[in-house]
T-cell receptor
Framework: RKEVEQDPGPFNVPEGATVAFNCTYSNSASQSFFWYRQDCRKEPKLLMSVYSSGNEDGRFTAQLNRASQYISLLIRDSKLSDSATYLCVVNRPGRRALTFGSGTRLQVQP | DVKVTQSSRYLVKRTGEKVFLECVQDMDHENMFWYRQDPGLGLRLIYFSYDVKMKEKGDIPEGYSVSREKKERFSLILESASTNQTSMYLC????????????FGPGTRLTVL
């Protein structure tokens, strides 16, 4: 089983739609969770951290379910500029490193 | 702004050549990382370093070595390049415990012929 699993997509949605991505992780001892965004032919950049109680940043909402080892990202009112690959990222307990999921590709269409 | 730079955006080498990929960060970060990214496989950790002259193997260290002689510079070395090392190589750095935000360089697209 992969340490971090994501649906690769692509998710094709119209502008203004709400879209949700899910991610599962295998190590129950993981404590830090993130969503990164990667534009085509660019490097990944931090989108947001994911906190236990859930957190929101504008149109983006992240949720964590520790019991199910599941992380989600909800994007409301999608914009064309949201088109990118979204990477689910989890820390490696006991090591100063992160594990990146393979990413979910989002294409927002006019 | 944190800046992570990589020595080349594109590199073409021949099988058997020794290849050096350089990464420099300007924010005095403790930790530096080398990843490779391949379609369908995502980012895979090759090596990382949490201090000068310290290194730790990642998930796929075979065929690679690293060097960190100065805090700001982390080099990835392919001792004898092979075609299966054709990939996008990304360097990243982060302060503190390594679970902080990772700042990535722009990547080096390496092709081994």
């Amino acid at each position: 089983r992969k340490e971090v699993e994501q649906d690769p997509g692509p998710f094709n949605v119209p502008e203004g739609a709400t879209v949700a991505f899910n991610c599962t992780y295998s190590n129950s001892a993981s404590q830090s969770f993130f969503w990164y965004r990667q534009d085509c032919r660019k490097e990944p950049k931090l989108l947001m951290s994911v906190y236990s109680s859930g957190n929101e940043d504008g149109r983006f909402t992240a949720q964590l379910n520790r019991a199910s080892q599941y992380i989600s990202l909800l994007i409301r009112d999608s914009k064309l500029s949201d088109s990118a690959t979204y990477l689910c990222v989890v820390n490696r307990p006991g090591r100063r490193a992160l594990t990146f999921g393979s990413g979910t590709r989002l294409q927002v269409q006019p | 702004d944190v800046k992570v730079t990589q020595s080349s955006r594109y590199l073409v080498k021949r099988t058997g050549e020794k290849v050096f990929l350089e990464c420099v960060q300007d924010m005095d970060h403790e930790n530096m990382f080398w990843y490779r990214q391949d379609p369908g496989l995502g980012l895979r950790l090759i090596y990382f370093s949490y201090d000068v002259k310290m290194k730790e193997k990642g998930d796929i260290p075979e065929g690679y070595s690293v060097s960190r002689e100065k805090k700001e510079r982390f080099s990835l070395i392919l001792e004898s390049a092979s075609t299966n090392q054709t990939s996008m190589y990304l360097c990243a750095s982060t302060p503190g415990l390594g679970t902080d935000t990772q700042y990535f360089g722009p990547g080096t697209r390496l092709t081994v012929l």
